[in-house]
């Protein structure tokens, strides 16, 4: 079983940055897709970012351009950095991974997500 672990989350003004970490282990592939995505209160659930099975980056429309979604060499780690942080983008961070070898289009979808880092941003 795999386990995620988030954190790194919390409270800034509008025009802040933080940087989530994502924790991995008992990582039993070779490769995982790997992703964020987020939900807010009465929202459904939106993807953020993730990184394809050829390793390209992808943003969600709302994020491009303030959002960096990385990976740590051994990739037993996943980071996102926000900058520029709005108030629209105050949710539930959710990590999540799942085997390369059948990713969904979407890391909503995706197999193992953490419990998830609460980012808050005010105006």
Known sequence: QVQVAESGGGSVQSGGSLRLSCAL???TYNNYCMGWYRQAPGKEREEVARITVDDRTLYA???KGRF?????????ALYLQMNSLKPEDTAMYYCAVHPKN?????AVLFHWSGQGTQVTVSS
Not at 68 to 76: C, E, G, I, L, R
């Open 25 to 27: 282990s008992r990582l």
């Open 68 to 76: 960096t979604v990385s990976q740590d060499n051994a990739k037993s």
């Open 61 to 63: 429309d709302p994020v």
């Open 102 to 106: 059948a990713c969904p289009p979407t």
